[in-house]
């Protein structure tokens, strides 16, 4: 296939998205502000609705066009009805506000058909310890990973542009990995996730017209979750993992960070609460642009490394998760000191 459908199907699913994206607007879901939230005042949400209907009909306008082989197609089409599943019960969400019991059972159900159609790991690469085998663990694994990644992305979309930024940026350069590595389904999915969030974006810049709402934020993290084990299939010691990780990084620290520290400090991890990183320095009075521009910048670092990830010996390939790590210790000793001069403390 040329690249002139390609990208006529890639801005097709930015406006289709747009174009949604206007529509929840104009008949909003309102996120109603509280002592927990950033938003002053009521914020229409469930924008990432635009995103999932232009990541859907993309895949399918894209599976039209290619008309590839059924059967080796069979196991994508049910990731992709699984993600469709988690965005329609995380939609009911935004509208009824579930427990987090009930969409965390929505999410292990997706994850279970991602795994069914053959998505484990079965290697994971680690620094120092190179290649590690994981056995009958590979499956447990490969759950909380998922599990994991979709609820880091979903707790981070808590400022205007962020989670959204980097997910056009880890998109993007995903989509990229895979074209050069030849990983079909996986540019596929990056390039239209990319597309749908390109069209979202625009309306959740500070000030924010629209929030994506759990629709997008557990979609995205979802698809990019099942993208790094589809990417660990690129190469046969699976290192090739290690690339979506490597993209969310300052996502998957700050989430990290937060729950191992509330879990030390003995807080209801299921409580909402307004403690993560980011969130701690916009209320020691760091600008949002400024933290939004960290986080930009972190993708943008994380996307270059990934292109160096793939002209690394694969015995070095491990050790690209080290710079992201400082990098994030930085930006943590930062936001400490600024804590500090501004007598903010974690609690509250």
Known sequence: M???????????????????????????????????????RPTPKGGGLGPVLAFMLGMLALFLVMAPNPAAEAGHAAVILAAAVIAGVSLADDIHDFRFLVKLGAQAVAALVAIGTGLVLHTLSLPFLGPVALGPLGL????????????????????????????????????????????????????????????????????????????????????????????????????????????????LFDAAFTLARRALARERLSEAHRSHLYQMALRAGVPVRHVLAAHWGFALFHAALAFVFLALPVELKPYVVLPPLLLQLAWLAFVLRRMRAAGVRFAG
């Open 2 to 40: 040329s690249w002139a459908p390609l990208a006529i199907l890639f801005m097709l699913a930015a406006a289709l998205s747009a174009g949604v994206v206007r529509a929840m607007i104009a008949r909003p879901i309102l996120d109603h502000p509280n002592g927990r939230k950033a938003h002053a």
């Open 140 to 251: 447990a694994i490969t759950l909380l990973w998922i599990l994991g990644c979709t609820n880091a992305v979903n707790f981070l979309d808590g400022m205007d542009g962020l989670v959204a930024g980097v997910v056009v940026i880890s998109g993007a350069a995903l989509a990229g990995v895979a074209a050069i590595e030849g990983g079909w389904f996986i540019f596929a999915a990056a390039l239209f996730l990319t597309a749908g969030f390109l069209g979202f974006l625009p309306f959740n810049l500070p000030p924010a017209r629209i929030f994506m709402g759990d629709v997008g934020s557990q979609f995205a993290g979802f698809m990019l979750a099942v993208l790094a084990v589809a990417a660990a299939g690129l190469d046969g010691r699976q290192v090739s993992f290690l690339i979506v990780p490597l993209l969310l990084f300052g996502l």
